[in-house]
């Protein structure tokens, strides 16, 4: 069974452009949700998409937003990006309320901002 | 919200001893804590997992134990292993959500 699938692995955008990040979970996972990961922060929640509807949402700005597809693949955006959105991005797929509550993690879009 | 602790944010052993990581939560409705650990380049991956109703669970070489009076819990390896070195994150999750709040990961490094 393929594993949770991210693209682009690594992207380099500059402040104030706009970047789209791409999640594929696994086959019969309807739920996926976002990360970022910062050395100082750990794993920072995002939102969390359930059948094309987000379910839940952490605190980041406006700028951070997503969506899902029928097909369950999720994409998110960040808009005016800043110096500070430099991290490690992860999506991680889950069965929709599944009570063992287990994650899995794709590897990640590492983005860099100048 | 729920808030999760985790200490040390920095751990160093040799090959063969053990190496303990703390949590402690805040949110008295959590009842479920997993375990993830994130080699390099890699995403997290569940190791081991406790729930509420447990006091301690053990898979080979790790451990886990709960102590929900105190909320606390924490992960035990034991004959440490260089393939053992990674990040560890707990977690805290339950009260109705499916959204588990991390800590913010130790860093464990083994010494051949």
């Known amino acids: 069974k393929a594993g949770v699938t991210q693209t682009p692995r690594y992207l380099i955008k500059t402040r104030g452009q706009q970047v789209t990040l791409s999640c594929s979970p696994i086959s019969g996972h309807r739920s996926v949700s976002w990360y970022q990961q910062t050395p100082g922060q750990g794993l920072q929640f995002l939102f969390e998409?359930?059948?094309?509807?987000?379910?839940n949402k952490g605190n980041f700005p406006g700028r951070f937003s997503g969506r899902q597809f029928s097909n369950s693949r999720s994409e998110m955006n960040v808009s005016t990006l800043e110096l500070g959105d430099s991290a490690l991005y992860l999506c991680?797929?889950?069965?929709?309320?599944?009570?063992?509550?287990?994650?899995?993690f794709g590897e990640g879009s590492r983005l860099t901002v100048l | 919200g729920e808030n999760v602790e985790q200490h040390p944010s920095t751990l160093s052993v040799q090959e063969g001893d053990s190496a303990v990581i703390k949590c402690t939560y805040s949110d008295s409705a959590s009842n479920y804590f997993p375990w993830y650990k994130q080699e390099l380049g890699k995403g997290p991956q569940l190791i081991i997992d406790?729930?509420?109703?447990?006091g301690e669970k053990k898979d080979q070489r790790i451990a886990v134990t709960l102590n929900k009076t105190a909320k606390h819990f924490s992960l035990h390896i034991t004959e440490t292993q260089p393939e053992d070195s990674a990040v560890y994150f707990c977690a805290a999750m339950g009260g109705g959500s499916y959204i588990p709040t991390f800590g913010r990961g130790t860093s464990l490094i083994v010494h051949p």
């Open positions: 406790i729930r509420s109703n447990v």
């Open positions: 991680a797929s889950s069965l929709p309320n599944d009570n063992t509550g287990e994650l899995f």
């Open positions: 998409y359930f059948s094309e509807t987000q379910r």
